[in-house]
């Protein structure tokens, strides 16, 4: 069963255009929600998290939007560059018994055209 | 942030045989786990590593096929055992710190 469900699986943006990842959740209980970026041989990289009480988190050129009662995520790439090609993985974690353990999407590979 | 250090790096192996991957952290760390990740896929949590006791592995892997080492707060081992070219993928080290969790660089494993 998959708790974390993740679109598109690739997506293709222009050199300044707006990148946009979603992600859908199943389990009420996941209370913290990270997106990773992976370029080809690296581990993923912790790119930027949000928790259910905000609706809205922005660092630099990468937002996530939050909507609690639909269970979705997004993450937007604004002025998108080609050093953002890469894959992104959004995740979910619970909270409890279930800490640190987190729930991945099937990610999306982004390329970025110049 | 976390600074983790994971060897080999890759490796190419034969059919039957076994590889242990050394994780190491640059500083104390509760929580340790393995995952991985095959060829253009997601990850997939293996088993947390707990120090002082015995790993808890995820639905669809065993102790027997990956056992786990974690001797201190700062290092684990996965070995991967009687191996097969099903196993190829990368084998990644992650660590929980300051409530979020970061991974290693990941070990590529290919084998034959």
């Known amino acids: 069963q998959q708790q974390v469900k993740q679109s598109p699986q690739s997506l293709i943006v222009q050199k300044g255009g707006i990148s946009i990842i979603n992600c859908a959740y199943e389990?009420?209980?996941?209370?913290?929600f990270p997106w990773y970026q992976q370029f080809p041989g690296k581990g993923p990289a912790l790119l930027i998290a949000?928790?259910?009480?905000?609706s809205e988190k922005k660092e630099g050129r990468f937002t996530i939007s939050f909507n609690k009662s639909a269970k979705q995520f997004s993450l937007h790439i604004m002025d998108s560059q080609p050093g953002d090609s890469a894959t992104y993985f959004c995740?979910?974690?619970?909270?409890?018994?279930?800490?640190?353990?987190?729930?991945f999407g099937k990610g999306t590979l982004l390329t970025v055209n110049p | 942030s976390a600074v983790i250090s994971q060897k080999p790096s890759r490796d190419i192996c034969q059919r039957g045989t076994s590889l242990t991957i050394q994780c190491q952290v640059d500083?104390?760390?509760?929580?340790m786990f393995w995952y991985r990740q095959q060829p253009g896929q997601s990850l997939t949590l293996i088993a947390t590593?707990?120090?002082?006791?015995?790993?808890?592995?995820e639905s669809g892997f065993v102790i027997d096929k990956f056992p786990i080492s974690r001797p201190n707060l700062t290092f684990s081992t996965l070995t991967v055992s009687n191996m097969s070219p099903e196993d190829s993928s990368i084998y990644l080290c992650?660590?929980?710190?300051?409530?979020?969790?970061?991974f290693g660089p990941g070990t590529r494993l290919t084998v034959l």
């Open positions: 500083s104390q760390v509760t929580m």
């Open positions: 995740a979910a974690r619970g909270s409890g018994g279930s800490n640190y353990k987190l729930t």
């Open positions: 992650s660590v929980g710190r300051y409530n979020e969790q970061f």
């Open positions: 590593a707990n120090q002082g006791s015995e790993a808890t592995y």
């Open positions: 389990n009420t209980a996941f209370d913290y």
């Open positions: 949000i928790r259910p009480d905000v």
